[in-house]
């Protein structure tokens, strides 16, 4: 018998050390640095060959990832994959994230990697993978593993506000697996899927726990459908899963580099020669207690350095406070914080309106004096703006949407619809909104809880004409926004926000800290 280990790391997005760079020098349970120790540590232990492979979303998403590709001049990838090339995987799959920066800035990112980029179902016009080859052969240990990669579908959504090709074409996980898996496993002994995407069922009952309309996630109808495949990485939802699916081992690794996946396969000769699967096993490996790679350190500690002193540069002093304690507090009574946001995008749109979010629960505002690091750790996303012409239905509707943020507990205390939270944190797709007065009240069914809506001391009517500012990721309908789209767009600014936050901030060095409390969320039966 031989035993085939193999390993995983998804979303690591760029976060290298353990810090979340919300203070300085901090040492937190993720980072590269401790999942490429966790890698080194099980490929050597190991008793037979191994398999290492990245799931994709490392290129964007941390301080360091926007700095390396928005700050330094000029922008080179390369500071950031020389830090991966020190963990020589055997493949990796592009994520949604890779695209953040453009097809250009990817392709450079592509060409200064040690990884082969396995990529089956985001062709060019002419039916060709955009980057990289469908699938990888590797024969180790006299053992062939065939490894298929693919993408979720959430990648086509940055079409509409990244610097992408219109000539990128998608095809369903499923669709390409049926068609190669059966070819892989006539010329392989192991077939192994590694899918940037997640499951849209739940790995206990099956029952659906996300909407199938936009197919981001099929990882279950995936392992229902196509038989043949032996072993199964997933990534994109940032859980921590490992498990058996119709008796296929799954890993998903978190996120950040807080868990590396393991998928052993014990592996006895078959009838005609080569290997056949006789078990399995799954499980994630938490990182947080590793020491540092010592390589990845030594790659990273200028780099390390230069962002830290970049995220320190003082840009503008408060007058008042901008600063808030809790942001789920924040997202129903309405802070200096995000009305200084709203402030930035009216202005620089030169909006009616304007729709912002928290995207996560680690920021707290912007401290005095506020810096590099304020911003980045608040606005973390490397997204423009857009300027979208709507009318008053599209507006009712989407703060319909956005009230489904809420939901009520046993004892109708007003909680968070736990949609938002699993299987995936999703605090990013609820909006505020600056520039009209409104009242969510969460004791009123879905769809019917938008109350006194008004724009300067009028009721919105169905047919009024706005002019709202927002990311361009839910001005192409990101997050299931379906009243927005791409034709409705009638300028854009692809600056980055956290860019453009730092123009207004150097234009206006005194910022006054001011709050009109202009929505409410509120629990009133009616």
Known sequence: MLTLTILSTSDTHGFIFPTNYVKPRAHMPFGLIRAASVLAAEQQAAPGPVITIDDGDFLAGSPLAYYVAQVQTPPDPMPLTRIYNQIHYDAAI???HEFDYGTDYLERAINTTDRPVINANLLDGDGRPLFGQRYRIIEKDGVKVAILGLTTRAVMQWKNHANVTDDVHFHTAVSIAKELVPFLKKIADVVI???????ERSLKTGKLIESLSNGENEAYQLLKEVKGIDALITGHQHRKIATNVFDVP???PGYRGEAVGKITLDLVPADGGGYVVSSSTARVIETKDAVFDEDVAVNSHQLDKTVDYWLAEPLAQI???LTFKSAQRARMDETAYTEFIQRVQLTTMAADISATSLFNNEGHGFENPITMRNIMTNYVYPDGLALELINGKDLKAALEKSATYFSLSADQQIIVNPAFYSPKLRHYNYDMYEGIDYRINVAMPIGKRIEALTYQGQPVTDDQMFKLALNRYRAGGGG?????????????????MSQLIADYLRQHPVVTATVNHNFEVINEPR
């Open 250 to 252: 799954v890993t998903q």
């Open 193 to 199: 899927v590694a899918y940037h995407g997640g499951f």
């Open 319 to 321: 007058d008042g406070d």
């Open 94 to 96: 592009l994520g949604n």
């Open 480 to 496: 299931h926004y379906d009243m927005f789209s791409a034709d409705k767009i009638i300028a854009e600014n692809k600056t980055p």
